[in-house]
């Protein structure tokens, strides 16, 4: 089933047109990796559907209902992005407060029981060890932080998770660690997630298929594998060919 549409999304800010004729249709449960150079629009687009930038031109149809005059918080999207947005003034995790992994549960109206239950195995899969707890978020690395960020979001079970580059701060260990968790609660959950990313490993990894954006346009979607062997054009072969650690995975 398909659970996010959009029909010929256009963004410009003044001179510059960041996102242009933008078509693309997302399945229920599906992985897709949006890839592209700096400045392409991918953060754009992300922000086009949670309803934080309004489109130009075109529709955003989210479990088939436009959304264009939704409000941000009405549309049931998650959008994660790189300066993480965490509560300053709130510790990490307290389960009997307010805290920057509880605060979504506790609106909820979650029990202390179901909150630690659910927030405990979280964070250690995500690596936030229980030494940081109590700590709030100026007291963390940006690694930390981010996996607090993440951690958060999946507290939140929406019907659609946007992600702009979630692993931008990670060492490699941290990394390939929390890629494997966000691909297993992508799948444990049956969301329907977007991850924005410049890293080509993460969209190998991660993405059941990937779009491959260029000057605000979708050059090509479709599996990793389709794109590299049938390229649509010379930017989408140049693109995974001037890569040589990723050149022949499907040899
Ligand atoms: P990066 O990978 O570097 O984060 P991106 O692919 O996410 O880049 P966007 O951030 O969507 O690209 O930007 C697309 C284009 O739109 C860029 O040329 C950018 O400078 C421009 N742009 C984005 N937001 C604004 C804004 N609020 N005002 C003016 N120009 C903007």
Not at 31 to 50: D, H, N, P, Q, Y
Not at 64 to 84: A, E, K, M, T
Not at 203 to 230: F, K, N, P, Y
Request: aromatic share 8%.
């Amino acid at each position: 089933m398909t659970n996010l549409v959009l029909r010929n999304i256009g963004k410009r800010f003044g001179p510059v047109t960041a996102v242009d004729g933008f078509d693309l249709a997302v399945d229920q449960g599906e992985f897709l990796v949006i890839i592209g150079e700096s400045g392409c629009g991918k953060t754009t687009l992300l922000r086009i559907i949670a309803g934080l930038e309004t489109p130009d031109t075109g529709e955003v149809l989210i479990g088939g209902v436009p959304v264009n005059d939704v409000p941000p918080g009405r549309r049931d999207v998650q959008l994660i992005f790189q300066s993480y947005a965490l509560w300053p003034h709130m510790r990490v995790f307290e389960d009997r407060k307010y805290a920057n992994l509880t605060l979504p549960l506790r609106i909820r109206k979650w029990s202390v029981g179901a909150i630690r239950e659910l927030i405990r195995p979280l964070a250690k899969a995500l690596n936030i060890e229980e030494q940081l707890f109590d700590r709030k978020p100026p007291e963390l690395s940006a690694g930390q932080q981010q996996r607090v960020a993440l951690a958060r979001a999946m507290t939140t079970y929406p019907r659609i998770m946007l992600m702009d580059e979630p692993l931008s701060n990670l060492d490699p260990p941290n990394r390939r660690r929390v890629r494997a968790e966000i691909r297993a609660f992508h799948k444990e959950q049956r969301l329907t997630t977007l991850f924005v990313t410049h890293n080509l490993e993460d969209a190998l990894e991660l993405g059941d298929r990937i779009a491959l954006m260029h000057e605000g346009r979708l050059e090509q979607v479709g599996t990793a594998e389709s794109l590299m062997r049938h390229p649509a054009n010379e930017y989408v072969s140049d693109y995974f060919r001037v890569r040589p650690s990723y050149g022949v995975p499907f040899q």
